[in-house]
Structure formats: C-alpha cells, structure tokens
C-alpha cells in the first residue's frame, strides 16, 4: 500500500518568516494530495490541495508544490502569523483510502 | 450544503463497557465513509471505511466494530473497551461513486478516555 513521510515532524519559525512542510509517497496511482490543519483538540480542516495533473497551487499565504516524478509535495507558508500554530498534516489519495503523513507541529514565535 | 454531525462530543467509560459513536451527514448522497482514531500528540489511524451500506472494509482488527445502517449513518461499535482504545475518534466523508480527487471532511470528533 501507500506510504507517505512527513517532514519535519516540528518547526519553530519568527513570525513573518516562511515555514514548508516536505512530504513524500510511495504509489505513483496516487493523484490527489490535500492538506490538513489541525488546532489544538479540534478537528483536522483542508487547507489546500493539489491534483496530480497540477505542479502548483496558491492560495492567499499558502502554496503547495507537487513533483510527480520524484513522488514529493511541499507545503509553503509565508509571513507566517501565530495563528498558524497548528499541527498540519499531507495526505495521499488514492482510489477509496487517504493516507496521512504523521504529522508537523508549527509553532510561530511572535 | 453537507454538514457532518458526530456524538458524543467526549465520553468517559470505564474497561470492559461497551462503546457506541455514532456519525452522519447531510446533504450528500452516497458519502464514501470513514472512523479515524488519534492518540493523543500523534497521527491518523485509520480504523474502517465505507463506500456504501453494509460495505465496511476494516483496516485495522481489533476490538472495535463499525456498521452502516443507512446511506449516511456509520456507527463505530465496541463489546468491551480496553485502556488502549483511548484516543480522538473523527468520523470524515468524501464525495462517493467513484468521483476522483474529492478531500475529506471530518466532523468534530469524539474524545473517549477509558478509565
């Protein structure tokens, strides 16, 4: 089945610096990776997503790069706020399951 | 627009109870279904998912059980709880009937302690 690494599993960054997230996946059937946020005892929201017909996508602060070939996708956060604390999650799609990377824990020091 | 409604939002229940969550969604038809667990500070298990009624592929075996009597209702089930089944647990839908590249909405999850 898939297998899908995240990287790193912490971050700290000064507000107004840029924070990215690296994932990796194994099934190349995979063609659909969305990210997650996740406060504190909430549930996990999208954010973003990317289509693997797609290289790049922007919205607002928040992009996310895929390279097919190479199996990887990022997730970039610029001039980050400390309301962009949160743990975010990358997931890969493929046909009925959506398999999670383990997870980074963003802090945003103000 | 789709909403989904899990409960209860927290439960306390002591070893050996049995253990009933329970999910729905509104304003889809033929929702692909899933029962997530996270332990505390870690990542998403996935525990059952559904694409349909009485259609439940089960990924990890264990004491938990799930069911899906109707189209949108899925029921995450125990006979007797042990101190490890502890954790978050998010019911999450997605655009069913083959429909590709559809992202998964969670609800708001139930928090269980076993004591």
Known sequence: ?????????TLSVQEGDSAVIKCTYSDSASNYFPWYKQELGKRPQLIIDIRSNVGEKKDQRIAVTLNKTAKHFSLHITETQPEDSAVYFCAANTGNQFYFGTGTSLTVIP | SQTIHQWPATLVQPVGSPLSLECTVEGTSNPNLYWYRQAAGRGLQLL???IGIDQISSEVPQNLSASRPQDRQFILSSKKLLLSDSGFYLCAWTTGGGAPNSPLHFGNGTRLTVT
């Open chain 2, 48 to 50: 059952f998912y559904s």
């Open chain 1, 1 to 9: 089945g898939e297998n899908v690494e995240q990287h790193p599993s």
